[in-house]
């Protein structure tokens, strides 16, 4: 029974270039969340989906990101325009839509922006 | 809006000796309380979480917390340390209804000395 799955680990890209990341909940989970790990602080909510659609998205940039999850495949956590700020670790973690409040995280991706 | 306060960013305790980590929150109801541990270059594991009944929770590894209302408190406690203890431990409160409101604190590193 795989846990959530995050790729790639790891992610290096240029000032202006795009970011994907990728994620597969775990099997039955229908609820997806992202969040933000800026070096030495906690994690930062960012959005929170399910099936095709987006639920709550009040902790998303309101430029240059967006998230979705679509009906078949993992959700994407796209990042346009990458900037040095976005250097992070994104975590995503998935729920059964009975239980928000259990949420399991996956190995999270580290971006770095150069 | 919750908030999560964790006042200890590093602690370092012998092995052997007991622990205790310190959460404070702020929300107007009873939230959900978690504890959460990050190995280095991990995700997040979920230690044991609160909502309702026995104040004092037992989660995995050993550990436990102690919800105190009056305090606004959720401290971490584990008796007797182990090396493979040493991690970082964040705290979380959040709400689930409609929106996703998981908010985790800034995080303790422990480090555990021989």
Known sequence: NAGVMQNPRHLVRRRGQEARLRCSPMKGHSHVYWYRQLPEEGLKFMVYLQKENIIDESGMPKERFSAE???????????????????????????????????YFGPGTRLLVL | AQSVTQPDIHITVSEGASLELRCNYSYGATPYLFWYVQSPGQGLQLLLKYFSGDTLVQGIKGFEAEFKRSQSSFNLRKPSVHWSDAAEYFCAVGAFSQNNDMRFGAGTRLTVKP
């Open chain 1, 69 to 103: 999850f679509p009906k078949e495949g993992p959700s994407i956590l796209r990042i346009q325009q990458v900037v040095r700020g976005d250097s992070a670790a994104y975590f995503c973690a998935s729920s059964p839509w009975t239980a928000q409040e259990t949420q």
